[in-house]
């Protein structure tokens, strides 16, 4: 698929024919700026996704397929369950049909630069979308995502005025997937605000895997050696939904006796809030959709674009998520 070669020929050419064709460009979809949108139509776009472990990631996936139908994009979407072996294929099989962008969210930061190397000997530009490579950033036209480090350090902040009068505070983290941009940042956001703080005592980490059953198994090992948890700091709300299974069947109170931050603000999560289980949530949003295609439109009519692309989000106490639960998209 050469789509990108005569882009702006092409572009055109769509353009006087969507125009004709349909009378209007009531096709074209609403809210973009027509030449943009309409410079997609019919690009190839290879996604490769990380995997299906968490409300999070569906919430993601359904983003990018929907927003493929509103730009008209042809999406060849794969999973890697996890596994950065299977994704890095996928990727590789996108570079020999000769898709116009590639797009995908690494599994985990390292290992990626030999096929990014190919994508870019094959002239097929890359853009990542929620996670971050530790690559030559010129290996790719730009990183849309949310700044996980910041994430960690509204988590933190939360903590310390939850727990400004207590002496010590005895917690556990349900870790991200060993490895991962979202794994290692919530961390060094965690730490760039508390990890000074002596009262904040580690009694143990570990991976939860992003996933719901993953957190359960966790917590219960924590429960069983420690009898005086805190505070857990969960990296996603699917890990913190498991801690509260774990909690409650060690008949604990989750939220009171044992409080709970997590990441994500996910509709499981934000109902947990609500219900007083969960203790506060900072968001990371999976709806990156729009902002993927319009990128790719950027791209493919040879437009630059800003190397580095932040998604907004908010942070919700238990009064907030309750507001909010109405209005959420996911
Ligand atoms: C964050 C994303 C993380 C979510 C998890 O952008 O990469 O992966 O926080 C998901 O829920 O599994
Ligand atoms: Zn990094």
């Known amino acids: 698929m050469k789509f990108r070669k005569s882009a702006a020929l092409l572009a055109a050419a769509f353009t006087v024919a969507g125009l004709t064709a349909c009378g209007s460009d009531s096709d074209a979809p609403s809210g973009d700026s027509a030449s943009s949108s309409t410079g997609i139509k019919g690009a190839v776009i290879g996604?490769?996704?990380?995997?299906?472990?968490?409300?999070?990631?569906?919430?993601?996936?359904?983003?990018?397929?929907?927003?493929?139908?509103?730009?008209?994009?042809?999406?060849?979407?794969?999973?890697?369950?996890?596994?950065?072996?299977?994704?890095?294929?996928?990727?590789?099989?996108?570079?020999?049909?000769?898709?116009d962008v590639i797009a995908f969210s690494p599994v985990v930061e390292t290992g990626y630069d030999a096929v990014l190397q190919e994508a870019k000997a094959a002239g097929i530009p890359v853009i990542l979308?929620?996670?971050?490579?530790?690559?030559?950033?010129?290996?790719?036209?730009?990183?849309?995502?949310?700044?996980?480090?910041?994430?960690?350090e509204k988590a933190a902040t939360w903590a310390k005025t939850e727990f400004a009068n207590d002496a010590a505070v005895n917690m556990v983290v349900l870790e991200g997937t060993t490895g991962s941009a979202p794994a290692n940042d919530r961390k060094t956001g965690w730490d760039n605000v508390l990890g000074k703080e002596t009262k904040f005592k580690t009694l143990a980490s570990q991976t939860g895997e992003f996933t719901r059953d993953g957190g359960k198994k966790v917590m219960e090992g924590f429960l069983a050696k420690y009898p005086n948890i805190n505070l857990v700091y969960a990296h996603n709300d699917d890990m913190g939904l498991g801690a509260i299974e774990a909690i409650e069947a060690a008949g604990k109170v989750p939220g009171k006796d044992i409080k709970?931050?997590?990441?994500?603000?996910?509709?499981?999560?934000?109902?947990?809030?609500a219900a007083g289980k969960i203790n506060y949530i900072v968001e990371c949003s999976p709806l990156l959709g729009d902002q993927l295609f319009d990128a790719a439109s950027s791209v493919l009519a040879g437009k630059d674009i800003p190397a580095r692309i932040i998604t907004e989000e908010g942070e919700f106490n238990q009064a907030q998520a309750k507001a909010a639960l109405p209005d959420r998209k996911y």
């Open 129 to 152: 979308t929620d996670r971050a490579v530790d690559a030559d950033p010129s290996l790719y036209k730009t990183f849309i995502g949310s700044d996980f480090i910041k994430e960690g």
């Open 260 to 273: 709970i931050v997590t990441i994500d603000a996910v509709k499981a999560g934000m109902e947990a809030l």
């Open 47 to 99: 996604f490769a996704q990380v995997g299906s472990e968490s409300g999070w990631r569906s919430a993601n996936t359904d983003s990018i397929k929907a927003a493929a139908a509103k730009y008209g994009v042809d999406l060849k979407f794969t999973s890697a369950e996890g596994d950065q072996t299977k994704q890095i294929a996928s990727i590789k099989t996108f570079i020999t049909q000769g898709v």
